[in-house]
């Protein structure tokens, strides 16, 4: 089973990452980082238990287990990762190193 869509974007502090989780509680979902900078989203749906008296006409929503791996870019903290799900969207947020600019320094002309 696939998940739902997936974004990935950069704001000026942080990576974030977000996958359409729809109807998928948070035990029902792994965040883990892997050494060597990937990100990886896992869990399972569970199929609908039919009761005897009901009687599906149709069924839309995929069961079953999904993996979904990104790359991370080097300048991301994995170790201040911050993961939520809201509406069913997961969002998955990644502090970005600070850039430092280097240092310039001014050198006298002599004569």
Not at 14 to 22: E, G, I, N, R, T
Not at 41 to 51: A, H, L, N
Not at 73 to 86: G, H, L
Request: charged share 35%; hydrophobic share 30%.
């Amino acid at each position: 089973m696939g998940i739902g869509q997936c974004y990935e974007h950069d704001s000026p502090m942080a990576h974030v990452f977000k996958v359409d989780l729809s109807g998928l509680k948070k035990e029902e979902v792994k965040v883990e980082v892997e050494e060597g900078g990937v990100l990886q989203i896992s869990g399972e749906r569970s199929k609908e238990q039919e009761e005897k008296s009901d009687k599906w006409h149709r069924v839309e929503r995929s069961s079953g287990k999904f993996l979904h791996r990104f790359r991370l870019p080097k300048n991301a903290k994995t170790d201040q990762v911050k993961a939520s799900i809201e509406n069913g969207v997961l969002t998955v947020t990644m502090p970005k190193e600070e850039v430092k600019k280097p240092e310039v320094k001014s050198i006298e002309i002599s004569g």
